[in-house]
C-alpha cells in the first residue's frame, strides 16, 4: 500500500523575484497576483495541488522587507510566520539580486532544520558562467539549502522541483479535503483581482494606499452579482481612482469584471465604489478589519 504524502511548502524571499509567478506555475491556477510591482502579495496565500498518494500545501507570502508602517509589519509578520510552520521552504531569489540584501531574514533560514531549496529564479536572463557564480556565491551564504536553478515564467525546472518536494515531502494525511484549491473564500480572490487591476493602471503611491472590500457577494445560477469598495486613504486619491467623469474607474471594473468570469467561469455583474478611509494602513484596528492580522 502506497503511504501517502502531505505537508506544507512555504515560498519565501525579497519583493519582485518571482514568487507569485512561481506559486502559480506550481499549483497550476492562478491563485496569487502577480504583477511587475513590488509588495503586489500582502497577504500569506495557500494553494493546494493533490494527488493520489500526495497534497502539497504551498504558500506565497509577501516580500521580505523592513517594514515603514503597520500593513508592512504584517506583511513581514506572514513571512516570518512562514518560516515556523513550513515542512519544506523554498527560498526564491533571483539572477539580479544581490544575496547579502537582507541578511536578518537570511540568518533564520540559515538555522533551519528542515529541507531548504534555494530556488534561482529567471536564469533565462543571464549566462552559464554568471549562473555559476551566481551558485557558488549562494552556496557559501546558505551552505544547508540545496540549490535549483529555474525559471518559473517559462516553466524551466519546475517539474524536477515538484519531483524533488514530493520526495522530501513527510508521511501524513491531507490537511484539506481533496477537491480544495485553496484556503481563501471567493471574496478574497475578487478584492484581489480588483487590486491587481488597480496596481497594473495607476502609477506612483496610489495603488499601495488601496484596499478592496467586498460588501456583496450572491452566486446564482449563471451570474454573480458583486458590489466592491476601493478604500483610499486621501480625498484627492478618490478622485485619480474615479478619473474625468469616471473613466478611469470604469475601466479598471471593466478589466477587473473580465478576469473575474474568467476566474469564475461565469457572468459577472461588478459595481464598484470608492471611500475613503484615512491613514488605514497605519491603524491596528482597520489592518484587522482587512485580514491583516496573521495569527
Do not use: C
Not at 494606499?209 to 478604500?231: G, L, M, Q, T, W
Amino acid at each position: 500500500m502506497t503511504i501517502h504524502k502531505a505537508g506544507f511548502v512555504n515560498i519565501v524571499g525579497n519583493p519582485n523575484v518571482g514568487k507569485s509567478t512561481l506559486m502559480n506555475q506550481l499549483v497550476g491556477e492562478r491563485i496569487s497576483i502577480a504583477t511587475f510591482k513590488a509588495q503586489t502579495t500582502r497577504h500569506r496565500i495557500m494553494g493546494i495541488v493533490n494527488t493520489d498518494d500526495a497534497q502539497i500545501v504551498f504558500s506565497d507570502t509577501p516580500g521580505v522587507l523592513k517594514p515603514n508602517y503597520k500593513l508592512q509589519e504584517s506583511m513581514l509578520a506572514f513571512s516570518e510566520s512562514a518560516l515556523q510552520d513550513a515542512d519544506i521552504l523554498l527560498y526564491v531569489t533571483d539572477v539580479v539580486e544581490n544575496p547579502e540584501k537582507n541578511t536578518d531574514f537570511l540568518d533564520k533560514v540559515k538555522k533551519m532544520t528542515i529541507p531548504v531549496l534555494l530556488l534561482i529564479n529567471k536564469i533565462d536572463q543571464t549566462d552559464q558562467k554568471s549562473l555559476g557564480d551566481i551558485v557558488e556565491k549562494w552556496h557559501a551564504l546558505l551552505s544547508n539549502a540545496e540549490i535549483l536553478p529555474i525559471s518559473a515564467k517559462n516553466k524551466f525546472g519546475t517539474d524536477i522541483l515538484m519531483k524533488r518536494i514530493v520526495d522530501l515531502l513527510p508521511p501524513s494525511p491531507p490537511y484539506f479535503d481533496k477537491d480544495q484549491l485553496t484556503d481563501k473564500p471567493a471574496r478574497f480572490f475578487v478584492s484581489e483581482i480588483i487590486r491587481e487591476k488597480i496596481l497594473l493602471y495607476y502609477d506612483k503611491e496610489i495603488p499601495y494606499s488601496v484596499e478592496v472590500r467586498v460588501e456583496r457577494f450572491k452566486e446564482e445560477s449563471k451570474v454573480i452579482h458583486i458590489n466592491a469598495v476601493i478604500y483610499v486613504e486621501r480625498d484627492s486619491q478618490k478622485g485619480i481612482i474615479i478619473g474625468h467623469q469616471g473613466v478611469a474607474l470604469k475601466k479598471v471594473s471593466t478589466e477587473a469584471r473580465k478576469a473575474l468570469e474568467k476566474f469564475f467561469g461565469k457572468s459577472v455583474f461588478l459595481e464598484t465604489f470608492v471611500k475613503v478611509d484615512k491613514d488605514w494602513r497605519s491603524s491596528k484596528k482597520e489592518l484587522d478589519s482587512f485580514g491583516y492580522n496573521p495569527e
